[in-house]
């Protein structure tokens, strides 16, 4: 019988949710998300795309839902071939 040492969880992601109503514009989903305690970066879900803000910029960048799924898609598959 082997022992598996108890391994340390190394990210966290603390969440908070604005809903005014689930199908208004404004309504979102934010997400820390911390590596050994250091914030990574925030990530917002809304309705038609997501932001994301890297550790210490100002700037967010917007990624529409087809556009990410479509990076998923290719991290996840590879390269599509049509």
Not at 44 to 61: A, D, E, N, P
């Amino acid at each position: 019988m082997t022992i598996r040492k108890k391994r340390k969880a190394v990210h966290a992601v603390k969440a908070g949710l604005q809903v005014q109503s689930l199908s208004k514009a404004g309504s979102s989903l934010t997400l820390e998300i911390y590596a050994r305690k250091e914030k990574l970066g925030e990530l917002i879900v809304g309705r038609g795309s997501l932001f994301w803000y890297g550790r210490g910029r100002q700037k967010r960048k917007r990624i529409q839902w087809s556009k990410f799924a479509e990076i998923m898609d290719t991290m996840a598959y590879g390269p599509r071939k049509d």
